[in-house]
């Protein structure tokens, strides 16, 4: 079983810049593909990025360019960095845990339903 605690949202000015965090509980976290997830009011969850366990990343098109995936599995910690924030970026963020050998086919990490294990999310305001 996995828990994951995100951190780091919070309000920002457009072009300013947040890094994300989540925590992760349990003793196999190496084994989990690891997504971020947004979800604006009124809108669908949408993918934002994953990160394979053996480091390889895709990205959603709103955060090519300007968002970064990154894992740390000795702290058992993924971050989302952001950067040139637009007001469009708001959101509740979410981390999602999916074990990797299970996930499939690469088009899959961009499917929330791949994903087991999710966190109660952070909010993520950026201003105009």
């Known amino acids: 079983q996995v828990q994951l605690v995100e951190s780091g949202g919070g309000l920002v000015q457009a072009g300013g810049s947040l890094r994300l965090s989540c925590a992760a509980s349990?003793?196999?976290?190496?084994?989990?593909?690891m997504g971020w997830f947004r979800q604006a009011p009124g809108k669908e969850r949408e993918f934002v990025a994953a990160i394979r366990r053996i480091g390889t990343t895709y990205y959603g098109d709103s955060a090519k360019g300007r968002f970064t995936i990154a894992r740390d599995n000795a702290k058992k910690t993924v971050y989302l960095e952001m950067n040139s924030l637009k007001p469009e970026d708001t959101a509740v963020y979410y981390c999602?845990?999916?074990?990797?050998?299970?996930?499939?086919?690469?088009?899959?990490?961009?499917?929330?339903?791949?994903?087991?294990?999710w966190g109660q999310g952070t909010q993520v305001t950026v201003s105009s």
């Open positions: 999602a845990a999916g074990l990797d050998d299970l996930i499939g086919a690469i088009s899959n990490y961009n499917s929330a339903a791949k994903y087991a294990h």
């Open positions: 349990g003793r196999t976290f190496s084994l989990y593909a």
